[in-house]
T-cell receptor
Framework: RKEVEQDPGPFNVPEGATVAFNCTYS??????FFWYRQDCRKEPKLLMS???SGNEDGRFTAQLNRASQYISLLIRDSKLSDSATYLC???????????FGRGTSLIVHP | EAGVAQSPRYKIIEKRQSVAFWCNPI?????LYWYQQILGQGPKLLIQ????????DSQLPKDRFSAERLKGVDSTLKIQPAKLEDSAVYLC????????????????FGPGTRLTVL
C-alpha cells in the first residue's frame, strides 16, 4: 500500500458545483497534513494546512479523520480558476520528511 | 521577496550523458529540498538539506545522482550517467526551518527544470 493515496481523477464539474477529494495515508503516526495546488506545468503551491479540528479558508474546507486515516478537501462554488491538480502532503510525527500523493485533477467547466 | 530560483528551465540530453541543475533558495531559508516529478505523479523527495547537512537522502539513486549544498545556500543536483527513466521535472523547494508546518514556514517551490533524456 502506498504511503499517500489519491484518486487521480479527473473530476469534471460545472461552475458553481461543490466537489470533494479524499486522500488516505498509511502511517498512523502521521502528524502534519497539507493540501497543495499545482497548475499545469507550474510548481506546487501551498493551498492550506489541515488541522485536527478542521479548517476553512473561503470556499475551501479541509478535514482530518484520524480514525480512518484520511484527509479531505471540499471546494464550494467551484470557479473556472480552480482547475488544477490538488496534491495531498503528509508528514509523520517526529519526521521532517514530506510525502506527496500523486494528486487529483480537477476540471471546472462553464 | 525573490522566490526560489532554478536553472536551467529546460534540458535535453542523450542517455549516458551527464547533467547538472542549480537551485538558489529564498534568502534565509535553512532547509532545501530536491524533488523529482514524473508526468502524472506527485513530487518524490530525492534529498533534503538543513543548511549544508543532509537530513534525508533515502530515495536518491546514489549510483547516478549526487547533490551538494556546500555553503548552506545554493545547491546543485547532478545525474551521471542519465537514463531514459530520469526524464522528469526536477523541483527545488526551500523552507525557513525543518518543521515547515505553518503558512509562513512552509515549502516554497521553484519553477523546476524539465529534463528530457533521449
Amino acid at each position: 500500500r502506498k504511503e499517500v493515496e489519491q484518486d487521480p481523477g479527473p473530476f469534471n464539474v460545472p461552475e458553481g458545483a461543490t466537489v470533494a477529494f479524499n486522500c488516505t495515508y498509511s502511517n498512523s503516526a502521521s502528524q502534519s497534513f497539507f493540501w497543495y495546488r499545482q497548475d499545469c506545468r507550474k510548481e506546487p503551491k501551498l493551498l492550506m494546512s489541515v488541522y485536527s479540528s478542521g479548517n476553512e479558508d473561503g470556499r475551501f474546507t479541509a478535514q482530518l479523520n484520524r480514525a480512518s486515516q484520511y484527509i479531505s478537501l471540499l471546494i464550494r462554488d467551484s470557479k473556472l480558476s480552480d482547475s488544477a491538480t490538488y496534491l495531498c502532503v503528509v508528514k509523520p510525527g517526529g519526521s521532517y520528511i514530506p510525502t506527496f500523493g500523486r494528486g487529483t485533477s480537477l476540471i471546472v467547466h462553464p | 521577496e525573490a522566490g526560489v530560483a532554478q536553472s536551467p528551465r529546460y534540458k535535453i540530453i542523450e542517455k549516458r550523458q551527464s547533467v547538472a541543475f542549480w537551485c538558489n533558495p529564498i534568502s534565509g531559508h535553512a532547509t532545501l529540498y530536491w524533488y523529482q516529478q514524473i508526468l502524472g505523479q506527485g513530487p518524490k523527495l530525492l534529498i533534503q538539506f538543513q543548511n549544508n547537512g543532509v537530513v534525508d537522502d533515502s530515495q536518491l539513486p546514489k549510483d547516478r545522482f549526487s547533490a551538494e549544498r556546500l555553503k548552506g545556500v545554493d545547491s546543485t543536483l547532478k545525474i551521471q550517467p542519465a537514463k531514459l527513466e530520469d526524464s522528469a521535472v526536477y523541483l527545488c523547494a526551500s523552507s525557513l526551518t525543518l518543521l515547515a508546518v505553518t503558512s509562513t514556514d512552509t515549502q516554497y517551490f521553484g519553477p523546476g527544470t524539465r529534463l528530457t533524456v533521449l
